[in-house]
């Protein structure tokens, strides 16, 4: 199956992935900002199906045969000369019969792949590295992070190397897609039991729900959760939604920004954001919005706003590791998405500003106790990230205690 957009660079990194994967390593001097762009060399160990040496890795635009062998006859002079050369082009330049006569001649392999129709050929190692192309390629090259095995870091300035970095350090997202289909699973259930109270389709779609499905499922409330002691609310309220719209401006925010948030953090750490996120949301709500009224507080939108708090945290505590284009504009976008929101929300009574910046202030607590160097550096140990969610946990309940003990005294 052809990947969309294929350029030598991509094919060039495909390549190194494979040869990673099985036991290779850098020889050359590749970083992060030239490992894809630049002529790389890999010496690769005894292996069943390919040959032991050094290979370069070459991606050329639109190579010329004078140009080629004029460069294979430079490289054969170098300390280590290759003995097998991957050259991945945009287009075919250069015919099969050709490689194999210049192959012959250096006595070399010489693999041609195009990026236009992801072909190998021109070496009997060229079925071989067809398998990069296969459709089952995606999820077992994805396992292999070169940024783990390069000699020397990038220019972590430039930002082109910083976004390359998240997504090498992780090709998918797992948590967020996950928050998202239990938030709509949540309003699927919303809506067939509103339908079993009586209310009509559309009336719960467009209008909302009525108080009677809300509160069975888990709204937040200062009698239930405070008085009653329904401490679950914190949390199942923040999968609870008013209507469509609701729900649907959520989880659009969400996506928008839960991505990068994961990438930043890890998807464990991220969650804890999440979680911790939604009940400080929750909490700030029982002690502001909800402790003089006998409202209910449903929504992600804590959450999401603690996801934002999350970033913000990330880029102070580790502000060497963010690129400054990149800190700005996270600073920016994070003042105008606060400033939007919370404006719109008090001027609608109907929207919980509680729980927004509770969720900011919370989000924005717990990025700065979680955030990490991104990989390959080291990356917190499983004791030290387990003891920040410990410690986060007593926040939080100390927070649950002084609402229930101030508030109501």
């Given at each position: 199956?052809?990947?969309?957009?294929?350029?030598?660079?991509?094919?060039?990194?495909?390549?190194?992935?494979?040869?990673?994967?099985?036991?290779?390593?850098?020889?050359?001097?590749?970083?992060?900002?030239?490992?894809?762009?630049?002529?790389?060399?890999?010496?690769?160990?005894?292996?069943?199906?390919?040959?032991?040496?050094?290979?370069?890795?070459?991606?050329?635009?639109?190579?010329?045969?004078?140009?080629?062998?004029?460069?294979?006859n430079?490289?054969?002079?170098?300390?280590?000369?290759?003995?097998?050369?991957?050259?991945?082009?945009?287009?075919?330049?250069?015919?099969?019969?050709?490689?194999?006569?210049?192959?012959?001649?250096?006595?070399?392999?010489?693999?041609?792949?195009?990026?236009?129709?992801?072909?190998?050929?021109?070496?009997?190692?060229?079925?071989?590295?067809?398998?990069?192309?296969?459709?089952?390629?995606?999820?077992?090259?994805?396992?292999?992070?070169?940024?783990?095995?390069?000699?020397?870091?990038?220019?972590?300035?430039?930002?082109?190397?910083?976004?390359?970095?998240?997504?090498?350090?992780?090709?998918?997202?797992?948590?967020?897609?996950?928050?998202?289909?239990?938030?709509?699973?949540?309003?699927?259930?919303?809506?067939?039991?509103?339908?079993s109270?009586?209310?009509?389709?559309?009336?719960?779609?467009?209008?909302?729900?009525?108080?009677?499905?809300?509160?069975?499922?888990g709204?937040?409330?200062?009698?239930?959760?405070?008085?009653?002691?329904?401490?679950?609310?914190?949390?199942?309220?923040?999968?609870?939604?008013?209507?469509?719209?609701?729900?649907?401006?959520?989880?659009?925010?969400?996506k928008?920004?839960?991505?990068?948030?994961?990438?930043?953090?890890?998807?464990?750490?991220?969650?804890?954001?999440?979680?911790?996120?939604?009940?400080?949301?929750?909490?700030?709500?029982?002690?502001?919005?909800?402790?003089?009224?006998?409202?209910?507080?449903v929504?992600?939108?804590?959450?999401?706003?603690?996801?934002?708090?999350g970033?913000?945290?990330?880029?102070?505590?580790?502000?060497?590791?963010?690129?400054?284009?990149?800190?700005?504009?996270?600073?920016?976008?994070?003042?105008?998405?606060?400033?939007?929101?919370?404006?719109?929300?008090f001027?609608?009574?109907?929207?919980?500003?509680?729980?927004?910046?509770?969720?900011?202030?919370?989000?924005?607590?717990?990025?700065?106790?979680?955030?990490?160097?991104?990989?390959?550096?080291?990356?917190?140990?499983?004791?030290?990230?387990y003891?920040?969610f410990?410690?986060?946990?007593?926040?939080?309940?100390?927070?649950?205690?002084?609402?229930?003990?101030?508030?109501?005294g």
């Open positions: 199956m052809p990947h969309a957009h294929a350029n030598p660079e991509d094919v060039s990194a495909r390549v190194q992935q494979l040869l990673l994967a099985q036991g290779a390593r850098y020889v050359s001097k590749a970083t992060e900002e030239n490992w894809k762009h630049a002529a790389v060399a890999l010496e690769m160990p005894a292996h069943p199906h390919l040959p032991a040496g050094v290979w370069v890795v070459l991606p050329w635009i639109a190579p010329t045969n004078e140009q080629l062998e004029a460069w294979l430079q490289a054969l002079q170098s300390p280590l000369p290759p003995l097998v050369v991957v050259i991945a082009m945009d287009v075919p330049t250069i015919r099969p019969a050709t490689l194999q006569t210049l192959a012959a001649a250096h006595r070399v392999e010489l693999v041609g792949i195009s990026a236009l129709d992801e072909q190998c050929y021109g070496s009997r190692l060229a079925p071989m590295l067809q398998v990069i192309f296969s459709p089952d390629a995606d999820a077992a090259l994805s396992k292999t992070n070169p940024l783990e095995h390069l000699a020397a870091l990038g220019d972590q300035r430039n930002p082109e190397v910083f976004f390359e970095r998240l997504r090498r350090a992780a090709p998918k997202t797992a948590v967020t897609p996950w928050i998202i289909r239990a938030n709509i699973a949540v309003f699927a259930l919303s809506l067939a039991l509103a339908a109270h009586g209310t009509g389709l559309l009336t719960s779609l467009f209008t909302g729900f009525d108080n009677e499905t809300l509160v069975s499922l709204a937040n409330s200062f009698d239930l959760t405070v008085t009653h002691r329904e401490i679950w609310r914190l949390i199942s309220c923040t999968f609870l939604h008013a209507n469509l719209l609701h729900i649907a401006m959520n989880l659009y925010v969400l928008s920004m839960g991505d990068m948030a994961e990438r930043l953090f890890g998807s464990t750490a991220y969650l804890g954001v999440y979680v911790a996120s939604g009940i400080g949301g929750s909490l700030l709500s029982l002690a502001w919005t909800l402790s003089t009224s006998h409202n209910y507080s929504g992600a939108s804590g959450a999401v706003f603690g996801v934002m708090g970033m913000l945290g990330f880029a102070l505590s580790r502000r060497k590791s963010v690129p400054m284009q990149v800190y700005r504009s996270l600073l920016r976008s994070a003042g105008m998405f606060t400033v939007i929101n919370l404006a719109f929300g001027s609608l009574k109907v929207v919980d500003n509680g729980a927004h910046i509770g969720g900011l202030l919370a989000g924005l607590v717990a990025g700065l106790a979680l955030s990490r160097d991104l990989p390959p550096a080291p990356q917190p140990t499983k004791e030290r990230l003891a920040t410990a410690a986060l946990a007593v926040l939080l309940a100390l927070g649950y205690a002084g609402v229930a003990a101030f508030v109501v």
